[in-house]
């Protein structure tokens, strides 16, 4: 478990030393340059996990450009995701559980610190939409299983079948093999889509969308549901989601722990690596347990961290638009 990974990566050195140097916008107080990386960031900006964020943040986008909210973003971004049948951790095309059914968990959170969340969803195609039906047209926060489901067919949803010819191919393969003793998120699983967004406005919001751990036990609920897990966001600081072994994430509380140290000062970067060392330290094996955190902060800086390398995120704004490495903690 080295540092050196971590001062290795191309998001920090010289070019971000500069970089914090020039930009005026940035709160000093609150960045360590040593291990900081910096950009200086003009609103609107949107931040998500992994290779399809890029097409995510896109439909993000054309919202945020047109001066629209953090919170339509969120949900118009993550729903293209939740429609593309390649992806296999999110909404439609999502790998099924160990019985072969394709369960859904998903949250919003916005700069009201309103939420609203649906976990083991079923035959839905937008867990997001529904999440936040529950967040502006009812007074609780989550819905589950059949209720959640039922809600959405009472709001006009359509009921839809998300498991795709593949999906089903490679759940029958998996029953067939002997990785069905030892299930695992490693670098082949884990598409969870978490999206965060600062509008013209200067205000944030959060979503988080996923089929969970491939082949879970039926009834099993991963992190990205969870408000305070899989995501949170504090208007006032920042916001931050989380991608990888939710039941690690859940133990630490992890969005809502990295919230927390950017409210103490901390850089988005710092607070992700805090909240990662917090799991690796508060887990006996830490061995293929993979957990990534992506967190923005009031002054648009952006940061991510992860337990293995490989995780990325895609970032847009102004003058942006990549996929970025997160630094990391140790190899595979
Ligand atoms: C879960 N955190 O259900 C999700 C899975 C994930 O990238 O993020 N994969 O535990």
Redesign the pocket.
């Known amino acids: 478990m080295s540092r050196r990974n971590f001062l290795k990566t191309s998001a920090l050195g010289v070019g971000g030393l500069l970089l914090a140097k020039c930009t005026s916008a940035i709160n000093k107080k609150t960045i360590n340059p040593e291990i900081t990386a910096i950009t200086p960031i003009t609103k609107p900006i949107v931040i998500s996990t992994w290779n399809h964020g890029l097409a995510a943040n896109k439909a993000a986008w054309e919202i945020l450009e047109k001066d629209g909210t953090a919170l339509d973003a969120v949900e118009a971004g993550v729903r293209v995701t939740e429609s593309d049948a390649n992806n296999r951790?999110v909404g439609l095309g999502g790998n099924p559980d160990r019985e072969g059914k394709v369960t859904l968990?998903a949250c919003i959170m916005n700069h009201e610190n309103e939420c609203g969340a649906v976990a083991f969803i079923q035959d839905i195609e937008h867990p997001i939409s529904v999440a936040r039906k529950v967040m502006e047209e009812t007074p609780h926060v989550m819905l589950v299983g059949k209720g959640a489901y039922d809600f959405a067919i009472s709001k006009g949803f359509e009921h839809k079948d998300l498991l795709t010819p593949e999906a089903k191919e490679s759940w029958l393969k998996w029953k067939e093999s002997d990785a069905q003793k030892k299930p695992e998120?490693n670098s082949e699983?884990?598409?969870?889509i978490g999206m965060l967004a600062m509008d013209a406005e200067g205000n944030i919001s959060g979503s988080c969308t996923?089929s969970?751990?491939a082949y879970k036990l039926h009834g099993r609920v991963?992190?990205?549901p969870i408000i305070g897990a899989?995501l949170f966001v504090d208007n006032e600081v920042g916001g931050a989601c989380?991608?990888?072994?939710?039941?690690a994430?859940i133990r630490i509380a992890g969005s809502a722990t990295v919230v927390e140290l950017m409210r103490q000062g901390k850089s988005p970067n710092e607070a992700c690596q805090l909240a990662v060392e917090r799991i690796i330290k508060k887990h006996k094996d830490i061995k293929g347990l993979q957990v990534g955190f992506l967190a923005i902060n009031k002054n648009g800086e952006v940061g991510g961290y992860s337990v293995y390398a490989g995780f990325n995120y895609a970032q847009k704004d102004n003058t942006t638009e990549e996929m970025k490495d997160a630094p990391y903690e140790m190899e595979w």
């Open positions: 951790s968990d998120i699983n884990h598409d969870t996923t969970g751990w991963g992190d990205s899989g989380a991608t990888g072994m939710g039941e994430v």
